[in-house]
């Protein structure tokens, strides 16, 4: 098990196919979640979880197959009773609970809770799922009647839950540890997309579109546009299709941080090229090579805005990392 102040990942691969079963059900089942963990007949039991820990919220992200997750009438006396956001992104989940089940399909969603009896069955290879722990008493007052919407289908084109969905992954890619007031900020987002995603009060949903959803879906796109930063086809409209918004209102969220999507975008790429710059491994390339391999199609441009931006010129810096070698 890897683990640091943030991130806990754990593998059925770093462990020997005996113990497998095993060490997932005692370190990550009854450990962390009071659930029992237990493999599938007649499938290969694989299983990789990444989890964050935040102040009202876990995050976890399940990747492999075989696998049973119950929550069973010996755990029950624990007296949990998180909601649980259960978001399928891959392959078919069965999820049952008071005596009913329902087949997630891919990038669909249901509410579950750990207070009742009932699990998730994970039958085939390849599966990917994001599940978001929540306190009923933190989360309640957003969604009153969360109960009635227990494993209730939420279908993959709810705005809301490809927001949270995007948001809770790029959580979990952020292997640094987050200042505590930026904890409680993402917190606060998470619980206004799972409300909007389940069906809160009316107030509530007010709340998070003025709150949350804007914040989220600006995370989201940042996400998306460092992941395709070196592409020559990154722009406005790739984004805005992506997302399933204009690009004026692409510019407004932008507008709202005092910054546009191209500033955005370019100041990434000069940073990305300042560190090519330093790095002595890259002493071969030329400038202009990394330029363009960073995403730059105009030298002049290039050359203008970073030294605008730094204050020097490429080749300055590149000097100056020579210097300091010797």
Same mark, same amino acid.
């Given at each position: ?15 020997? =196919? ?36 935040? $102040? ?20 029950l006396a624990d007296g ?12 078919? #989940? ?5 005596g009913e089940e329902i087949?997630?399909?891919? @990038? ?7 207070? =009742? ?11 990917? #799922?994001?599940?978001?722990?929540? $306190? ?30 995007? *948001? ?15 904890q409680r900020c993402i ?50 409209? !790739?984004?805005?299709? @992506? ?5 004026? *209102?692409? @510019?407004?969220?932008?507008?709202? =941080? ?10 990434? @790429? ?9 790095? $002595? ?10 330029? *363009? ?19 020097? !010129? ?13």
């Amino acid at each position: 098990m890897q683990q640091n102040s943030s991130i806990i990942r754990l593998s059925t691969e770093d462990f020997p =196919e005996r113990d497998r079963v095993a060490i997932f059900r005692e370190q990550f089942g009854r450990s962390q979640f009071g659930l029992d963990i237990a493999a599938l007949p007649q499938v290969p039991f694989r299983l990789t979880s990444t989890m964050r820990s935040l $102040p009202g919220a876990v995050i976890t992200s399940n990747v492999g197959s075989g696998v049973r997750v119950w929550r069973t009438r010996e755990f029950l006396a624990d007296g949990r009773d998180d909601l649980i956001m259960i978001m399928n992104l891959q392959g078919p #989940s069965v999820v049952a609970q008071r005596g009913e089940e329902i087949v997630l399909d891919e @990038r669909s969603a249901t509410l579950g809770t750990i207070g =009742e009896f009932g699990g998730i069955l994970r039958p085939q290879t390849n599966h990917r #799922s994001l599940i978001v722990n929540l $306190p009923r008493a933190a989360i309640g007052p957003l969604m009153p009647n969360a109960d009635d919407a227990v494993l209730r289908p939420i279908a993959p084109d709810c705005t809301a839950l490809r927001l949270l969905i995007r *948001y809770a992954g790029a959580l979990l890619d952020i292997d640094a540890p987050l200042q505590p007031e930026l904890q409680r900020c993402i917190v606060d987002h998470i619980y206004d997309l799972v409300a909007a995603a389940v069906g809160g009060t009316r107030d509530a949903i007010e709340v998070a579109r003025g709150r949350g959803i804007p914040a989220a879906r600006l995370s989201a796109i940042k996400s998306d546009i460092l992941g395709n930063l070196l592409s020559r086809n990154l722009s406005i409209e !790739t984004i805005c299709a @992506r997302h399933g918004i204009t690009p004026r *209102y692409l @510019r407004m969220l932008f507008a709202g =941080e005092q910054t546009t999507f191209s500033d955005f975008v370019t100041g990434r @790429r000069l940073a990305l090229v300042l560190r090519k710059l330093r790095n $002595p491994d890259r002493a071969g390339h030329t400038i202009s090579a990394v330029a *363009y391999e960073c995403g730059f199609g105009d030298l002049s441009y290039f050359n203008r805005v970073f030294r605008r931006q730094f204050g020097m !010129t490429p080749s300055d810096v590149r000097a100056q990392g020579v210097a300091t070698r010797r």
